[in-house]
């Protein structure tokens, strides 16, 4: 399984060191676990929708390239297989 608490840990860093974020509202949870999957929920707030647009697109791509760079078989990868007519 991956490391929660790890990437809980990276989530509050990306928040603290963004001024979109408003400072109220910070959280990581699982909601869903799979033999091979984990769908992880993050919640925080912003100021206004704009912002909150903006807060959720630096948080979703800071995550992303964490999850890259630490734990490269972290992320899902669906390989379709060329089909060859003959």
């Not at 959720?56 to 630490?70: A, D, H, S």
Request: with cysteine.
């Amino acid at each position: 399984m991956f490391p929660v608490n790890e990437i809980r840990q990276k989530f509050l860093e990306i928040l603290k060191s963004d001024d979109l974020w408003d400072k109220n509202v910070a959280d990581l949870v699982v909601t869903k676990a799979a033999i091979t999957t984990m769908e992880l929920r993050a919640t925080f707030s912003a100021k206004n929708a704009s912002d909150i647009w903006n807060l959720r697109c630096n948080v979703r791509e800071k995550l992303i390239v964490f999850i890259q760079k630490t734990h490269e078989n972290g992320l899902p990868i669906i390989r379709l297989k060329e089909l060859s007519q003959t």
